[in-house]
């Protein structure tokens, strides 16, 4: 029979037993154990699973005591692995021999001075000793103890007279030791007799019984049996049987890895998935996530607290440091060699360690294994962390940062100890913060700066002090959050009182409301800065470029600012050039060149203007110099300087993570190519600065956007191109760059659906808006062409006419062959008989003369239309022609689509176009190419066609692009034969590049 006298004095169940299943107690058919249904409390069901070779070791020693005499096992493993499952299971076996068993568990609470065998013998008063009346160690206590050994002897021996008999003792960690002196005592004088005594002790908790059990192991008197995990089959197994069902195969991995072999574990995984009606799958999946972090915290927050001193210490001191290595994590916890990695196995075994296994060499962790890092699970690091107390969690912070510091440990580790405490008591903490937030890179290190700054600004600090931390964090949040940084700088220059340290201040304000709408009260601020330096300032060579760099800063952030241009250009007007020594002058130069461009002045002077600002490749940022000066030049139709300096400004926007300077630089090359007949690069470019936008977190360039419905608009995507433009409209009006392309694209959009009224509008719209800024330059956005031709179809050919000479006054004086070509279009569209087919030829051939493909394509298409209105069918299919191969290779679809059908209707035939990729590449692009295939080198190739090898290797890149090869080996011969290579003109320049223009200075060099 059975016997579990601990139980006897409860109070009858009046419900009728549950019915037992084979999940819930038996065995197999094979014979393997499958599950249990009893614990020590004798409420949370305990499964067992794949435990048939320990089942066969229990019965083989049982079997020996029946035949030989007294046996003793002791059954060892972790929390949660199943011993009392096993010992129940087991009980169970016995019973159906007719063998006896007597169970107790370590730990219950009597009042009789041994618990366990108080359980065992059932609170029998004749049985149980006299309470002590003299003192313990006395020899009076002693006759006591001996006394009642004897008498337990003859009750277990009378027992024993009738056949076999099982003590089981679960938990004997916790026995008290006067009870397995009275155990071992039996074992001595039984040992002729059938009885089996099993143990089971929990590893890594230390109890009163331990020492007891130690010496039974000592003396061979014990055999051990060391329950392990599961295996992945035995868990599968169990899942089957808990759920119901098959089991998906992602969800039997996770099931694997959270249980980590561990049936306690396992089982409340499970519990937790079926509690919340879900099935093995997806959904299931997720619940197990969840619930394995309540299990591992719990399973962490128990072994803690029977753990020894050594391993509380582990564990807290890695949950503050939440990954380590052998050394900061034993300076910090106290605990070294073959106890720290006692401690550490033992908290993997707990599933609350990630992290290879670490050896041991003579008491020692091994050199190699210092240096291989342990992680605390999330969940366990917050159970730990939780049962500290305050004061103590903030002692073990400040001493984790210390110890990262004094180890030379990255200033990320320490920054990250730092920012959580309440205060930072020592000079060397606020250091710490600043250099990790100095070192803090990318897109996820401007968060991280921003947070260390933010901890250091809550610090004791000087004036001083406080005003270089809010500096440096408005630079940190500037990319996410320019408002807060303007609010920082704001704050520092409040509190600044010298007049260096408020320009400086005002500098960085002014580049950080770029292009936000704080950007007019930025001018106005370093307005105030500018006057004040006039006169508390001296005349050095540093006091004149800190005046510089204020005055570029004022122009920068004024420049693209409808409300603030007048003012911009006021102040510019009265500073000298400067030369370009020094990089505050070099940013002047920039900004200037874009108000010689936006007040349409001869682009020779621009020119000059931007090229200085360029002259050389400073290691800093290049920001809105670079950017400025490049659009210029592409306004100019200096395309391919302009693609090279936004090349150098995509490279420094990348490399310092600028998110809003990348994307608006990004939009600004697809503009200058697709003036420059790119219109796939183009896209590209803009499709590139729209992603960027959608996922970086901060302010919008709205010019990615309408860079984008652009290109789709050439595309012949017109769907796309008009969600694309009410996207990037949002908000412009006040901006000069963005709002007027805006006008002028939407007006595109608006002529393709056939609504000539209303492109008029929004052009002509765009001339006011131009005209209200002070902007004349003719090509920043040509309305003026489109609504002289609307006019025309109108019948309004006063208003067409007048409109084309106030151009084609603007177009003389800014003097490029773009703008030329596009003034007589316009005048070609608004004349009368023969005048009309001259002006279009000229404006053929000059357009031809410059870098703008796509207008040049129509003008062919236009002069083709009106040769054939003429019956010059001949010369209209050959311009027709030659617009379809030029729609063709920029992919302009839509006009490619219209010069087709008209070439149909002249009576030609469709040509056979772009056959090759090589039709796509440019004219520069396949000058480059055809004498890189010959062997010439970037350099040699720079000085030939006088550009930058920056230059030369953008153009390289491009045409590996479009023709999908590798490299230089790669290009084909059908790039043609390049001519002799020597440099332009007779003296190695550019024949086509102006002279800086009169009273400014000459280049240095």
């Known amino acids: 029979m059975i016997v579990q006298v601990g139980t006897w004095n409860r109070p009858r169940d009046p419900s009728p037993p549950r ?12 014979g393997n154990a499958v599950a249990v249904s009893s614990d020590k409390d004798q409420e949370t069901p305990r499964f067992l699973v794949g435990r048939s070779t320990e089942l066969a070791f229990l019965a083989r020693h049982a079997e020996e005591a029946r035949r030989d005499g007294a046996r003793a096992v002791l059954v060892r493993g972790p929390a949660g692995i199943g011993r009392t ?3 129940t299971a087991f009980a169970d076996r016995l019973t159906s021999t007719g063998a006896a068993v007597l169970r107790g568990t370590g730990g219950a609470k009597a009042d009789d001075g041994r618990p366990v065998l108080g359980q065992l013998l059932g609170q029998d008063p004749h049985l149980l000793p006299e309470p002590a009346a003299t003192l313990p160690g ?34 004997a960690q916790w026995c008290d030791e006067a009870s397995l002196r009275s155990v071992d005592f039996v074992l001595r004088r039984t040992a002729d007799l059938p009885l089996l005594v099993l143990f089971a002790r929990r590893t890594e908790c230390h109890g009163p019984g331990n020492a007891m059990l130690d010496e039974f192991l000592a003396q061979g008197r014990c055999a051990t049996l060391d329950l392990g995990p599961l295996t992945p089959a035995d868990t599968a197994r169990m899942a089957v049987h808990t759920l119901g069902g098959p089991v998906d195969e992602t969800f039997l991995r996770h099931c694997v890895d959270a249980g980590a072999g561990n049936p306690d574990r396992l089982v409340r995984l499970l519990a937790g998935v079926r509690a919340a009606g879900l099935g093995p ?52 916890s106290g605990v070294t060699g073959r106890r720290l990695t006692a401690a550490l196995d033992a908290l993997r075994r707990n599933g609350a360690v990630e992290g290879p296994p670490r050896g041991t060499t003579g008491g020692a962790v091994e050199p190699a294994d210092r240096h291989s890092a342990v992680t605390m699970r999330d969940a366990a690091r917050d159970a730990v962390l939780a049962e500290l107390p305050p004061a103590r969690l903030e002692s073990l912070r400040a001493r984790a940062a210390r110890v990262l510091n004094d180890a030379g440990r990255p200033t990320s580790e320490i920054a990250d100890q730092l920012v959580l405490l309440e205060e930072l008591t020592e000079p060397w903490m606020l250091a710490a913060l600043r250099d990790a937030a100095a070192e803090a890179t990318g897109r996820d290190g401007s968060g991280a700066a921003v947070r260390y700054l933010r901890r250091a600004l809550d610090a004791e600090l000087t004036g001083t002090q406080r005003q270089v931390v809010r500096i440096e964090l408005a630079r940190a949040s500037a990319p996410v959050a320019p408002a807060t940084a303007l609010e920082h700088l704001r704050h520092a220059l409040d509190d600044a ?8 201040i005002a500098v960085e304000y002014g580049r950080t409301a770029l292009g936000t709408p704080d950007a007019p009260e930025a001018v106005h601020v370093l307005g105030g800065v500018l006057e004040t330096l006039r006169t508390d300032l001296g005349t050095g060579p540093a006091d004149a470029e800190l005046r510089t760099s204020v005055a570029a800063a004022l122009l920068i952030t004024a420049v693209n600012e409808k409300a603030a241009m007048a003012e911009a250009r006021e102040r510019a007007d009265a500073w000298p050039v400067p030369r370009g020594d020094n990089p505050a002058e070099r940013q002047l130069l920039a900004v200037m060149s874009a108000l010689a461009a936006f007040d349409g002045r001869p682009a ?47 490279s420094s926007s990348r490399d310092r993570y600028e998110p809003w300077m990348h994307m608006t630089v990004l939009a600004g090359r697809s503009v200058v190519r697709h003036s420059a007949g790119d219109v796939a690069g183009a896209a590209a470019d803009a499709r590139a600065a729209v992603e960027l936008a959608e996922t970086t977190d901060g302010p919008r360039s709205p010019m990615p956007y309408i860079a984008l419905g652009t290109a789709l ?8 191109a008009e969600n694309i433009l009410a996207r990037g409209g949002r908000g412009t009006d006040r901006q000069i760059w963005e709002w007027h392309h805006y006008l002028y694209a939407k007006g595109r959009a608006r002529r393709e659906r056939g609504d000539l009224a209303g492109a008029l509008e929004l052009w002509q719209r765009c001339g006011r808006s131009l005209e209200e800024a002070g902007v004349t330059n003719p090509v920043l956005a040509p309305w003026w062409l489109p609504a002289a031709s609307v006019l025309a179809q109108q019948g309004r050919t006063a208003d067409a006419a007048a409109l084309v000479e106030s151009a084609r006054e ?34 053929v051939d000059a357009l031809a003369a410059s870098p703008a493909r796509l207008e040049q394509a129509k003008a062919q298409y236009q002069l083709g239309y009106e040769l054939l209105r003429h019956e010059d069918t001949r010369g209209a299919r050959r311009h027709l022609r030659g617009a379809i191969e030029l729609a063709t290779r920029c992919g302009y679809h839509i006009l490619g689509g219209l010069a087709r059908k008209l070439l149909v209707a002249a009576g030609g035939r469709m040509p056979q176009l772009a056959a090759s990729p090589v039709d796509s590449l440019t004219d520069s692009e396949r000058r480059v190419a055809a004498l890189a295939r010959r062997g010439v080198s970037n350099k040699e190739i720079a000085d030939a066609l006088f550009v930058t090898p920056r230059t030369v290797e953008m153009h390289l890149t491009n045409v590996y692009r479009k023709l999908d090869v590798r490299g230089r080996a790669d290009l084909p011969l059908s790039l043609g034969t390049p001519g002799p290579l020597r440099p332009y003109g007779a003296d190695g320049h550019h024949p086509e590049r102006a002279e800086p223009p009169a009273g400014a200075h000459a280049p240095s060099h």
């Open 810 to 843: 603007r177009v003389r004086r800014w003097g490029t062959p773009r703008g030329i070509g596009l003034g007589l279009l316009a005048a070609g569209v608004v004349a009368e008989g023969r005048a009309r087919l001259d002006l279009l030829a000229e404006a």
């Open 604 to 650: 020779r002077q621009a020119v000059a203007l931007a090229r200085r600002a360029l002259r050389v490749e400073e290691p800093a940022p290049v920001g809105w110099r670079v950017f400025g000066a490049s659009v210029v030049l592409g306004l100019a139709d200096e395309t391919d300087e302009a693609l090279a300096g936004l090349g150098r400004a995509l």
């Open 19 to 30: 019915r037992s299943t084979e999940l819930e107690c038996g065995f197999t058919k094979e």
């Open 85 to 87: 499952a096993l010992l």
């Open 281 to 332: 799958d997806a959904a299931g999946t997720r619940r197990l996530r969840g619930t394995y972090d309540t299990v591992l915290a719990d399973s962490v927050t128990a072994h803690l607290a029977d753990c020894p001193g050594h391993e509380r210490a582990v564990a807290q001191a890695l949950a503050v440091l939440g990954r380590s290595c052998a050394d900061p994590l034993a300076a910090l």
């Open 497 to 504: 009182t010298d007049p260096r340290d408020r320009a400086h």
């Open 713 to 720: 608009l050439s595309q012949g995507q017109l769907d796309r």
């Open 138 to 171: 006395t020899a009076a206590a002693h006759a006591a103890a001996y006394a009642f050994h004897r008498r337990f002897h003859r009750h277990l021996a009378g027992l024993l007279a009738t056949g076999p008999l099982t003590l089981i003792l679960d938990d």
